[in-house]
Every structure is written in C-alpha cells, then in structure tokens.
Nanobody, 127 residues
Framework: QVQLVESGGGLVQPGGSLRLSCAAS????????IGWFRQAPGKEREGISC????????FYLDSVKGRFTISRDNAKNTVYLQMNNLKPGDTAVYYC????????????????????WGKGTLVTVSS
C-alpha cells in the first residue's frame, strides 16, 4: 500500500522551530520529487517547497524562503522540512506530496501534478 505519512507538527510559539518529516512506504521515494503544501483555514492549498529526486533542485515560496529548508534522505525514504522563525501566518495543515517528475520543482508546486498525498500534520504558531 502506497503511503506518505507526515509527522512533527504541533504548537509552537512565534520565532520557534519545528521539523516536519514525510515518510514513504509502498514505493521508492527516490523516484519521486516531493513537495510540501500547506492549507490554512479558509484558504486554498498552496505549494511552499519542493525537492527533486536527487536533491539537485529545490523550490521555496517567497514567504518561506530563508526560514524553511527542505531535505531528503532517500536511504530512509524520508523527506524533511525544517521550519525556523515561525510566524502566526505559518499556521496551517502541512501536507507532503509526491510527483514522478522533477518538473514539480521548477516552479511553485501545483496540486494538479501530484500522484500521492499524505494526510497532513497540523502546525499552529501562537503565543
């Protein structure tokens, strides 16, 4: 069974950090570009970061650039999103998603290009 499972979400104060993990099972992660999306209440799901199969290409939305870092460990079938200097505007459900083409990472990742989705993990930034 193909699965992507996110973990690492939670409640954090503004300025704090979290590291999200996306673990894959049922398929070989190194054949997929992985994107991170988020959806805040009342807003559309947006792609915020992406990493290609061999990690030679990454993308960051301007609003997270310089604060978030995406990485992957193909040996562990896991992708990470390190989030620093979190702001209340980062509050959302965060999803990881896989696409079989590195084109996903050439621009803001779009949900139309996604083959597999995780179920999401909630990140709340609040004092």
């Amino acid at each position: 069974q193909v699965q992507l499972v996110e973990s690492g979400g939670g409640l954090v104060q503004p300025g704090g950090s979290l590291r999200l993990s996306c673990a894959a099972s049922g398929f070989t992660l190194d054949s997929y570009a992985i994107g991170w999306f988020r959806q805040a209440p009342g807003k559309e799901r947006e792609g915020i970061s992406c990493i290609s199969m061999s990690a030679d290409s990454t993308f960051y939305l301007d609003s997270v650039k310089g604060r978030f870092t995406i990485s992957r460990d193909n040996a562990k079938n896991t992708v990470y999103l390190q989030m620093n200097n979190l702001k209340p505007g980062d509050t959302a459900v965060y999803y990881c998603a896989g696409a079989p083409s590195r084109r996903l990472c050439l621009k803001q990742p779009h949900y139309d290009d996604i083959e597999y989705w995780g179920k999401g993990t909630l990140v709340t930034v609040s004092s």
